[in-house]
Each structure stands twice: as C-alpha cells, then as structure tokens.
C-alpha cells in the first residue's frame, strides 16, 4: 500500500470511533518516519546528553531531520554490506553510559523512566550510533590525507588560544600537538565529507514532511 495514502495508522476497535495510535511524520521514498520513532530519538537524545525533554516543534523537526540521515546512512550500510557494531561492543558502551552518568543502578532506572526510555531503546540507540562510526571510518576515513603544510597552519591558528589556557610557565610546542592536530583535521574533513554525502543522497531522495505530525 502506498505509503502516501498512510497518513496515519490506526486500530479499529470495536463499538467505538478509530483510534489513530501512530502517524507518518516523514516519506523517504518508499520508507516511513513515525511520529512515535520521533519521540523516541527526542527521549533517546535528550537521556545521553542530559538535557531536559523538549517536545516542542521545532524539536521534532530537528529530531525528524536526524532520522532520515540515519534512513539514508542504514540504506548505504545495508546495499555496501558494512558490518553492524557487535553485542559486545554495545554493552561496553552501555557500562560507560552507566557507570559514568549515573551512581548505581537506581539512578539508571529511575533516568530511564523518567526520559520515558526502555533499556532495549538504549540498546537499539547505541548500536546505531556505533554502527554509524564503524560506516564513517571505512568509507571516509580512507580517503583522508592531511598534509604537513595543513597541520603546521593549524597549530599556528590555534596556538595562542592554546597558549593562554597553558599558562606562560609552559610551551606549547608543534611535535607535542602534531598528532592530536591530525586528527582534529582529519575528524573535520570526515565531518564535511559526511554533510556533502548526506546531502546528495537527501537530493536522490524523495522527502516529504507531513506538517500535521508537527503542530
């Protein structure tokens, strides 16, 4: 069925009107973008960075545009066959979660229920996140070279800054930075490289927002 004429997914029950349970927010193609999977990423976000819950429209369009980023990225995944973050991977970055944030396993539940999040939505979040840098680091990474001549301007535009936060009692020199330049550099050109993809594929991409899932 076209996904176009979904406007929303309801149930019918019986001797009473339908109850819409679920609304297409976003069309990508033949791909959907649940308001529920909005609110989702909203509470998924909001729990990793600490920051209160914000429903607001604006929030949801944001959350929205990170959704279909995260459709066009796991639809390259899948056509290339990257492999996907493993288990073990997940629960190490789920001890750090914990352990890090929160003072016992109390605390963690409690900020679970509150942020309206299970444990396995946590679990789902995590992998994708660690799935998209596996992506980042075999298709971009590659591709990246970082001259001599780039790092060594770096270091000079950022050496005062850099300078004043040391102290004068201490120098700063270029061999101590050099490789922590690097890779500053080469997360940067990975970042731009990513938005460029991220934007021809959104352009290959049929998007429709459906206004009525964000009043």
Known sequence: MCARILLSLVVLLPGAPAEV???????????????????????LTAFLNGDPLDFSSESR???????????????EIEAAQYVEAGPAEV?????????????????????????GITEQDLKAHLLWQLTFLHFIDLRFRPGIHVTDDEIRKYFDQELP?????AGKDITITFDDLRNKLEENLTGRHIDEQVDDWIAQARKRTHIEFHPEAFQ
Do not use: M, P, W
Request: charged fraction near 35%.
């Open 21 to 43: 349970i679920d609304r297409i927010a976003v069309t990508l193609d033949n791909q959907v973008i649940t308001q529920s999977e909005i609110l989702r990423e909203i509470r």
């Open 61 to 75: 369009k944001k959350a929205a545009d990170r959704l279909i980023e995260q459709k066009l990225i796991h639809k």
């Open 91 to 115: 629960e190490s970055l789920l001890k750090d979660v914990r352990t890090e944030r929160f003072h016992g396993a109390e605390e963690y539940l409690a900020a679970l229920e509150n942020y």
């Open 161 to 165: 800054g850099l300078q004043k936060n």
